[in-house]
């Protein structure tokens, strides 16, 4: 069974940064594509930040020269570093893993595992 557990949220200031962190434990880590979600009040949980396998990343264009996503194979961890927060980033941020060996994309749906999330608030 896989697991991911968030930690790093809390509430800031426009202006701030703050870096969030996933522990996977029960997957094969360094195989597996891994992702950030975020989602606001509301149903839909939209995408953030990409990291495949071969070192390549990619992000949402709301986030895209502010936040950066970063692993460390050894410690099974996900990071995703963020600057320059503004208010319109206030979510539950989630970390996500998909099948280990599958290059997932950036749609919810291609990722199998999911964290709790952790919320990030930032005011204005």
């Known amino acids: 069974q896989v697991t991911l557990v968030e930690s790093g949220g809390g509430s800031m200031q426009r202006g701030d940064s703050l870096r969030l962190s996933c522990v996977v434990s029960g997957s094969t880590f360094s195989s597996s594509t891994m992702g950030w979600f975020r989602q606001a009040p509301g149903p839909e949980r939209v995408f953030v930040a990409i990291s495949w396998t071969d070192g390549e990343t990619y992000y949402a264009d709301s986030v895209k020269g502010r936040f950066s996503i970063s692993r460390d194979n050894a410690k099974n961890t996900l990071y995703l570093h963020m600057t320059d927060l503004e208010p319109e980033d206030t979510a539950v941020y989630y970390c996500?893993?998909?099948?280990?060996?599958?290059?997932?994309?950036?749609?919810?749906?291609?990722?199998?595992?999911w964290g709790q999330g952790t919320q990030v608030t930032i005011s204005s």
């Open positions: 996500a893993a998909s099948s280990p060996w599958s290059r997932a994309g950036t749609r919810s749906r291609d990722f199998t595992s």
